[in-house]
């Protein structure tokens, strides 16, 4: 168990529709991170927020967006989704800006019918 | 932009050395990580390494020459966990851009 807590665990859900992904990340840790990874991309990097202000951007799409709130846990908006978007989608946290030693949540599984 | 490139598949027997090679071409370099994550589950840091030369950490080792562009992992005494996908990834910035990952196949 790294610490670091997502959920939902499965979602399921339609072309068109809008989905929020939550992340809590492990206790004193200031820096979370959101990551897609599907069977053809890999694992890619999408946002990275840091005590509350976003601190890099990779891969998002524009229908993407996410946000960190006060008590530090993190949100990813999915929106219009598309077949395209289904994947797993994991949450990461470092008590650091920089990504060194990161841990990763266990994932929410998007399917999109 | 960001290529690296590691192989796809790797099978080794239980007991033996294994070694995952990661070439990488990026616009910039701020270390390199080493990666373990089992079939559905999710990745676990192994190692990191932004100056060259090898770290050694248990029956793991990584190893990088960046005027090569050139990592490693070296994995010791293989045992059955051992089976997983192994993922090379770069950090550029504050990003981290993966390779496609390695699957090692562990025979007994």
């Known amino acids: 168990d790294s610490g670091v807590t997502q959920t939902p665990k499965h979602l399921i859900t339609a072309t068109g529709q809008r989905v929020t992904l939550r992340c809590s990340p492990r206790s004193g840790d200031l820096s979370v991170y959101w990551y897609q990874q599907s069977l053809d991309q890999g694992l890619q990097f999408l946002i990275q927020?840091?005590?509350?202000?976003?601190?890099a951007k990779g891969n998002i799409l524009e229908r993407f967006s996410a946000q960190q709130f006060p008590d530090l846990h993190s949100e990813l908006n999915l929106s219009s989704l598309e077949l395209g978007d289904s994947a797993l989608y994991f949450c990461?946290?470092?008590?650091?800006?920089?990504?060194?030693?990161?841990?990763f949540g266990p994932g929410t599984r998007l399917t999109v019918t | 932009g960001q290529n690296i490139d590691q192989p796809t598949e790797m099978t080794a027997t239980e007991g033996a050395i294994v070694q995952i090679n990661c070439t990488y071409q990026t616009s910039g370099f701020n270390g390199l990580f080493w990666y373990q994550q089992h079939a559905g589950e999710a990745p676990t840091f192994l190692s990191y390494n932004v100056l060259d030369g090898l770290e050694e950490k248990g029956r793991f080792s990584s190893f990088l020459s960046r005027s090569k562009g050139y990592s490693y992992l070296l994995l010791k005494e293989l045992q059955m966990k051992d089976s997983a996908s192994y993922l090379c990834?770069?950090?550029?910035?504050?990003?981290?851009?993966f390779g496609a990952g390695t699957t090692v196949t562990v025979r007994a």
């Open positions: 927020y840091y005590n509350g202000e976003e601190r």
């Open positions: 990461a946290s470092s008590v650091d800006i920089r990504p060194y030693e990161q841990y």
């Open positions: 990834a770069v950090l550029n910035d504050y990003k981290l851009s």
